[in-house]
């Protein structure tokens, strides 16, 4: 049980750096490839059944949708990535204003990526990992649907994507997470307290 995040509730969506609410301390940014299971996270995580939309649509909407956790604490979801039918010139801008986000944010502490555990990081997973590296900013990297897979599959996926980020200057957690059975939860919550509560990154 953590109450902070069961009285989420949406505030805003945001479709550029200039639209983002004022007045927030912390906030943490949830990423993902379309369909990793980060809308069901977010549902998880915050113990509400439509918070986040599962995509119907994925791609679609470039914004960054805020839900604010108190007066001062917000999570933030990222459209979800890796969406071949949204046109290239589109995922361009986009990616550019995510940069423009990620490095003027002073609010953001933090990253959470989300990963299918029956892919292996993305191209743009690393990218994203890399871009917070050199932004300072912790990730928290929840292998999801690990239901998928039995105890030792998801274990040796865990150690290999641990093995993976060995050289990296990124501060990651690499957690095995299921929505489905409320795997990981708990971690991801304590990541979170800790991130939305902390000094801020310089
Ligand atoms: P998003 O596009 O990243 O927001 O992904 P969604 O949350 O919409 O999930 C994509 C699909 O994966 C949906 O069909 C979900 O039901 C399924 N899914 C999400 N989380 C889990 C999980 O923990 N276990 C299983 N088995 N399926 C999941």
């Known amino acids: 049980m953590n109450p902070l995040y069961h009285r989420a509730e949406f ?3 945001a479709p550029n750096l200039q639209t983002t609410p004022e007045g927030i301390d912390y906030e943490v940014a949830f990423a993902g490839r379309s369909n990793a299971g980060k809308s069901s996270a977010i549902n998880t995580l915050c113990n509400q059944k439509s918070l986040a939309r599962t995509s119907k649509t994925p791609g679609r909407t470039q914004e960054l949708v805020y ?32 940069e423009r986000y990620m490095e003027k944010r002073k609010a953001l502490n933090g990253l959470v990526l989300l990963v299918d555990i029956r892919r292996s990081l993305a191209e743009y997973d690393l990218q ?7 932004l300072n900013l912790d990730v928290f990297i929840a292998l999801t649907k ?48 800790a991130h939305l509560d902390e000094p801020k990154k310089a």
């Open 11 to 13: 505030m805003l969506s």
């Open 146 to 193: 690990a239901d998928k897979l039995n105890r030792n599959g998801a274990k040796n996926t865990l150690f290999a994507v641990q093995k993976q980020l060995k050289d990296s200057t990124a501060t990651t957690q690499v957690e095995l997470f299921s929505s489905l059975k409320k795997e990981g939860i708990e971690q991801l919550h304590h990541w979170l307290d």
């Open 128 to 134: 994203m990992i890399n871009y917070a590296a050199h």
């Open 67 to 98: 839900f604010k956790l108190d007066e001062r604490r917000c999570l933030v979801d990222l459209p979800g990535y890796g969406y071949a039918k949204v046109p290239l010139n589109v995922q361009l801008k986009w990616q550019k204003e995510l």
